[in-house]
């Protein structure tokens, strides 16, 4: 078969590089990986601080290099990279990409299998609707990281970040580390969105005021921003009267979630995920497209790019195999189903083809002893807590499905 | 006796540290921990308290206008603003290779600030 391309990855971040690297390993003869940008790495080249790569590499490694490691046993591999280089479409059916750059104006592939690896963005202002006006000075906690850490612009002197995820807690740390004030970290919800390990090394370290239950209800300042009404929400989240307060700022930082970025996806005709935001996939990490496979944030947001770059690997691999035609259209799609403390997890199917993990995250705390367990009798582990914003892990070995299994359902209880 | 409490920040599991200590400021015990990572960091963390720092420097002539950098080795804590200040007055020429010191021995802290990433000249 006359076939240019065997497996095409969209998006070299660090799902679409281990991709790459995955893919080559089982053989695909072609191997090519297509990212926007002028440099491989995705949002991990803004990451500059460590806390990457410590199951991979055994050490902590900064975003960048992490990444370089990547892409260095990717260029050994022979993987291919097509830099500046836009997808704008994948045609429903025949799943032909195309693709636009500046040297090489518009084109089109149609590979052997395709791997969706076009990460996540971040959650914006619009998403939230907070009442006032919107003057200059707010921005998403990631916009922010790209300004200072790699375009050399501070986005202000004085900033509240609101909401606790990762991204805006390590960029409290890092805009106080270059000279600015961070007034306070506040999250509506009751419990962080955050590792502890960031409130504790990056708000803790340096006595950033940390508020939970407590939001941004009002934003002040015509040109620029003069500040922000913060108040505590009640169980409902609504805001409660009487404990509001104006905190003067030039600078609000946004970290309140990110969403699998899936537009290309459902251009595809991919089956997308209510709750993940993601494709929906099997433990081969295939799609309901069975040529298109993907991997990482694009399919569910992890918290760790380990788990994202294992992820890769798998997805690569099996789309290699995918174009090798080895893998067969009748496998087994058993139905995995999330007990009442579940609030997203993925792959939603397992084939019984190979060992897999599925990622999950609670609903809300659970602050005691308790079990993260597959049933029926699949996986059980002890679990000090469990945290939504920490994601539980369930382990089943390709030997462990059966004929008889007709459905997995997977869950967190108390012990 | 005393304690003190600590969030680990080794690994992403962020496990409570209880650290008991004498009257003299020895360790007793350690507690909490999950593996040895976080005895070793809860006894770090009372005699001699130790971040990795990472920020960025000015480049020129490189396809990015700053380059990011690390303490190679984890520094001071009380040195940190020292550092960042050192830091920030450095501006290096194009092309940066990852791994390059940048700053020996930064503040005398017997740490070297190198690049974290390559970055070529435009």
């Not at chain 1, 209800?217 to 929400?233: F, P, Y």
């Not at chain 1, 189903?337 to 060992?355: C, I």
Request: with cysteine; proline share 6%; net charge neutral.
């Amino acid at each position: 078969m006359s076939r240019d391309i065997d497996v095409l990855i969209i998006g070299a971040g660090p799902a679409g590089v281990a991709a790459g690297i995955g893919a080559r390993r089982e053989g695909a003869e072609r191997v090519v990986v297509l990212e926007r940008d002028w440099d491989l790495g995705g949002i991990l080249q803004q990451c500059i601080h460590p806390g990457f790569g410590l199951r991979t590499f055994k050490e902590e490694l900064t975003g960048p290099e992490y990444m370089h490691r990547f892409i260095q046993q990717a260029h050994d591999e022979g993987v291919e990279f097509r830099t500046n280089t836009m997808v704008f479409q994948i045609d429903k059916g025949t799943n032909t990409v195309w693709t636009m750059n500046k040297e090489r104006g518009i084109e089109h592939m149609t590979p052997g299998a395709i791997v969706l690896t076009m990460g996540c963005r971040e959650r914006p202002l619009g998403a939230i609707r907070i009442p006032g006006t919107r003057p200059a000075g707010i921005y998403t906690a990631g916009t922010a990281q790209r300004f200072v850490n790699m375009e050399g612009h501070m986005p202000g002197k004085r900033a509240v970040i609101l909401g606790s995820g990762d991204i805006g807690l390590i960029m409290a740390r890092r805009m106080i580390w270059e000279g600015a004030e961070i007034e306070g970290v506040y999250e509506v919800m009751s419990w962080p969105g955050g590792l502890r390990r960031n409130i504790a090394q990056c708000l803790d370290d340096y006595g950033i005021p940390f508020h939970l239950k407590t939001t941004v209800t009002k934003i002040h300042g015509r040109d620029r921003l003069e500040g922000v009404t913060v108040a505590q929400v009640d169980d409902h989240m609504t805001p409660i009267k009487g404990t509001e307060r104006f905190v003067e700022c030039d600078t609000l930082l946004l970290a309140i979630g990110l969403i699998p970025e899936n537009e290309l996806s459902r251009m595809a005709g991919v089956e997308i995920h209510p709750v993940t935001g993601g494709p929906v996939v099997n433990d081969l990490l295939q799609t309901s497209d069975p040529k298109i496979f993907a991997a990482g944030n694009v399919v569910i947001v992890y918290d760790l790019v380990d788990n994202v770059s294992d992820e890769g690997l798998i997805a690569g691999a099996n789309a290699a195999k995918y174009a090798a035609g080895k893998i067969p259209a009748d496998i087994r799609r058993i139905p995995v189903k999330g007990g009442e403390n579940v609030r997203l997890f993925s792959p939603q199917y397992v084939t019984g083809q190979a060992d897999t993990t599925i990622y999950m995250r609670v609903t809300h705390p659970v602050e005691q002893a308790c079990r993260v367990f597959a049933e029926p009798d699949l996986y059980s582990q002890r679990l000090r807590y469990a945290r939504p914003g920490e994601m539980n892990e369930v382990r089943i070995k390709a030997g462990q499905i059966t004929p008889d299994i007709k459905e997995i359902t997977i869950d967190i209880q108390p012990v | 006796m005393s304690e003190r409490k600590f969030i680990c920040v080794s690994c992403p599991l962020g496990c409570g540290l209880t650290v008991t200590l004498e009257d003299s400021g020895e360790v007793l015990k350690v507690d909490g921990n999950t593996c040895p990572r976080g005895e070793s960091y809860a006894r770090s963390e009372v005699k001699d308290p130790r971040r990795v720092f990472a920020s960025t420097v000015r480049v020129k002539g490189g396809k990015l206008p700053v380059c990011p950098v690390r303490s190679r080795t984890p520094a001071p804590k009380g040195k940190l603003f020292g550092i960042a200040e050192a830091v920030a007055e450095l501006e290096v020429n194009a092309p940066v290779k990852i791994g390059q010191v940048l700053i020996h021995n930064v503040c005398g802290t017997d740490v070297d600030i190198v690049a974290s990433r390559d970055l070529a000249a435009v």
